[in-house]
């Protein structure tokens, strides 16, 4: 079945560091890929998506692109910030069989002043 | 961008007792509603997935019977965790498809704690 396999965490930084968080994903079709985002205490807000190979995401200086090649889903941000700091879920959305979101496990952002 | 609410926030309450949880899309039609159990720490454990005017698929190894879930409108979810005990605290999270299909929207959680 189809499934996304994230870093291991906590990733610690500094601000102004430059954040890379892998993620590469297993699935059958062409899935939509996406970063979540979850601030202690809350739910999830979605952070950038992509839906097919190539797209590029982008959101408050958050980018990730679609590597079909690789399976790959990477995100990046070239200068973290304090208030970034939180958990972040790589996921898919499979485009065959019963639908649902596929999450990784969470990778935890510590961003240090 | 779509909102979905879900309430309460927090809830306490004591062993034996039924705690319901409404999620509901504020501005948007779903007709599919997923809830997901969150442990310290860790990822979301998709419980169910709840179709408006039907029964909802339970994924394997949570308890239907337990976890109670009403899709009965368009807009609103409810999950009632029945007869609760310790173990069932957790962090509770709904999340509604919006159109056409492509992306979730979540709820902001509920912190679940039984005493």
């Known amino acids: 079945g189809d499934s996304v396999t994230q870093m291991e965490g906590p990733v610690t930084l500094s601000e102004e560091a430059f954040l890379t968080i892998n993620c590469t994903y297993t699935a059958t079709g062409y899935p939509s890929l996406f970063w979540y985002v979850q601030y202690p205490g809350e739910g999830l807000q979605l952070l950038l998506k992509a839906t097919k190979a190539d797209d590029k995401g982008s959101n408050k200086g958050f980018e990730a692109t679609y590597r079909k090649e690789t399976t790959s889903f990477h995100l990046e941000k070239g200068s973290v910030q304090v208030s970034d700091s939180a958990v972040y879920f790589c996921?898919?959305?499979?485009?065959?069989?019963?639908?649902?979101?596929?999450f990784g496990t969470g990778t935890r952002l510590l961003v240090s002043p | 961008g779509a909102v979905v609410s879900q309430h309460p926030s927090r809830v306490i309450c004591k062993s034996g007792t039924s705690v319901k949880i409404e999620c509901r899309s504020l501005?948007?039609?779903?007709?599919?509603m997923f809830w997901y159990r969150q442990f310290p720490k860790q990822s979301l454990m998709l419980m169910a997935t709840s179709n408006e005017g039907s029964k909802a698929t339970y994924e394997q190894g949570v308890e239907k019977d337990k976890f109670l879930i009403n899709h009965a409108s368009l807009t609103l979810s409810t999950l009632t965790v029945t007869s609760a005990h310790p173990e069932d605290s957790s962090f509770y999270i709904c999340s509604a498809l919006g159109q056409p299909n492509t992306e979730a929207f979540f709820g902001q959680g509920t912190r679940l704690t039984v005493v």
């Open positions: 996921a898919l959305w499979g485009d065959t069989g019963f639908q649902k979101l596929v």
């Open positions: 501005d948007f039609q779903a007709t599919t």
